[in-house]
């Protein structure tokens, strides 16, 4: 059975420092991969999502980046946090096999200080 | 602009009251997804609808398309606290992989 994981589960960094956020998935292969961030019991803005090994697509011009160095690794990045990046940051994949429809992380709750 | 939009935001109902969550948009899907999430997890799929007009049941929930796939209801019957929850509408934007989301409904079921 497929399974993903997102790591860490709350992270509390300070304004200014770097970071690193990723995002694995087990039993599958060449899965769709996404960024979502969540504002406290809103809706999920997609950040960015990639369709194979080195093909981000960014939807939102920000101060964070996403890379995809492995076919089932995903990777969320910023040089330098800003308050405004606090929030819930989801990873989810998709496809091939499953269309039209999303499996979800448990999520980082991120706290920029 | 927002893509696709929830109503109502907030709903707190009673126990064993019935209710009606909306997701609309001017643009038309192939296909709707609903979820629901839990605080502090992600979202999980409740049901995918297809064709226009379609109805799906899941034990007490209800999901329809509408007729001109732009727009769905969920219907919850006999609420229970089992479904506070956060539930959000999400559609695939037209030749790409881009899953969008909705506004989302909040629900809070008071024992």
């Known amino acids: 059975s497929q399974t993903i994981h997102q790591w860490p589960a709350t992270l509390v960094q300070p304004v200014g420092s770097p970071l690193s956020l990723e995002c694995t998935v087990e039993g599958t292969s060449n899965p769709n991969l996404y960024w979502y961030r969540q504002a406290a019991g809103r809706g999920l803005q997609l950040l960015f999502y990639?369709?194979?090994?080195?093909?981000i697509s960014s939807e939102v011009p920000q101060n964070l980046s996403a890379s995809r160095p492995q076919d089932r690794q995903f990777i969320l990045s910023s040089k330098k946090l800003l308050l405004s990046d606090s929030g819930f940051y989801l990873c989810a994949w998709g496809g091939p096999g499953t269309v039209e429809k999303l499996f979800f992380g448990s999520g980082t709750q991120l706290s920029v200080l | 602009t927002q893509l696709l939009e929830q109503s109502p935001q907030f709903l707190s109902i009673q126990e064993g009251e019935n209710l009606t969550v909306y997701c609309n948009s001017s643009?038309?899907?192939?296909?709707l997804q609903w979820y629901r999430q839990e605080p502090g997890e992600g979202p999980v799929l409740l049901v995918t609808?297809?064709?226009?007009?379609e109805v799906k049941k899941l034990k007490r929930l209800t999901f329809q398309f509408g007729d001109a796939r732009k727009d769905s209801s969920l219907h919850i019957t006999a609420a229970q606290t089992g479904d506070t929850g956060l539930y959000l509408c999400a559609v695939i934007t037209s030749g790409t992989y881009k899953y969008i989301f909705g506004t989302g409904t909040r629900l809070k079921v008071l024992a």
């Open positions: 609808v297809v064709t226009g007009g």
């Open positions: 643009s038309v899907f192939s296909s």
């Open positions: 990639s369709v194979g090994i080195g093909q």
